[in-house]
């Protein structure tokens, strides 16, 4: 299967920093990235999709100046959650899609805001 | 809108039971359905991937079923370990050029020595 991972594993920051992640598809090229949040003991939610050198189409109800998406090359996809807080307290995963295939996911960050 | 929903919510069984985890998707023009694994604090294991032409999907000692035309999808795991403990999320990916998943909330499973 494709291999995804993700940077870093796990972050703690304070109240009002920014948090930059990411995603990268090891041995395929991506030409669609998704990004996941995942609240404790719910399911997987659907924030952004980025295409390569285009900007992220955002789900309603994410804040696209809070959730900076960047996905400069086929194989690299940031997030940046500026001026975090504690509700963005959460865990992220991406997923680049491989055409034809399933999803792929990285095997996510866990954010912690102090 | 399509919406994903998983029943039961949450498992308990005994050691070598055969159990069906179920799910339900609203829209019927999918492009295919997608099980996972979760372990706790962890990141999604792929298990099973039915494409919308295909009616079931086996590995091992799991089974998958599809049917659009119900819009359900079932998940079969046969004399279930320990090790089965996660949670199992199915996802439903959209018949358009997004490839968007839509995942359920999931069923947490536990299966008692």
């Known amino acids: 299967g494709a291999v995804v991972s993700q940077h870093p594993s796990r972050v703690i920051c304070k109240s009002g920093t920014s948090v930059k992640i990411e995603c990268r598809s090891l041995?395929?090229?991506?030409?669609?990235m998704f990004w996941y949040r995942q609240f404790p003991k719910q399911s997987l939610m659907l924030m952004a999709t980025?295409?390569?050198?285009?900007?992220?189409?955002?789900e309603q109800g994410v804040e696209k100046d809070k959730f900076l998406i960047n996905h400069a090359s086929l194989t690299l996809s940031t997030l940046t959650v500026t001026s975090a807080h504690p509700e963005d307290s959460s865990f992220y995963i991406c997923?680049?899609?491989?055409?034809?295939?399933?999803?792929?996911f990285g095997p996510g960050t866990r954010l912690t805001v102090l | 809108k399509q919406e994903v929903t998983q029943i039961p919510a949450a498992l308990s069984v005994p050691e070598g039971e055969n159990l069906v985890l179920n799910c339900s998707f609203t829209d019927s023009a999918i492009y295919n359905l997608q099980w996972f694994r979760q372990d706790p604090g962890k990141g999604l294991t792929s298990l099973l991937l039915i494409q919308s032409s295909q009616r079931e999907q086996t590995s091992g000692r799991l089974n998958a079923s599809l049917d659009k035309s119900s819009g359900r999808s079932t998940l079969y795991i046969a004399a279930s370990q320990p090790g089965d403990s996660a949670t199992y999320l199915c996802?439903?990916?959209?018949?358009?050029?997004?490839?968007?998943?839509?995942f359920g909330s999931g069923t947490r499973l536990l299966v008692r020595p």
């Open positions: 997923s680049p899609r491989l055409a034809g295939a399933g999803g792929y």
């Open positions: 041995d395929f090229q991506a030409t669609t």
């Open positions: 996802a439903a990916v959209r018949m358009d050029s997004s490839y968007k998943l839509i």
């Open positions: 980025s295409n390569e050198g285009s900007k992220a189409t955002y």
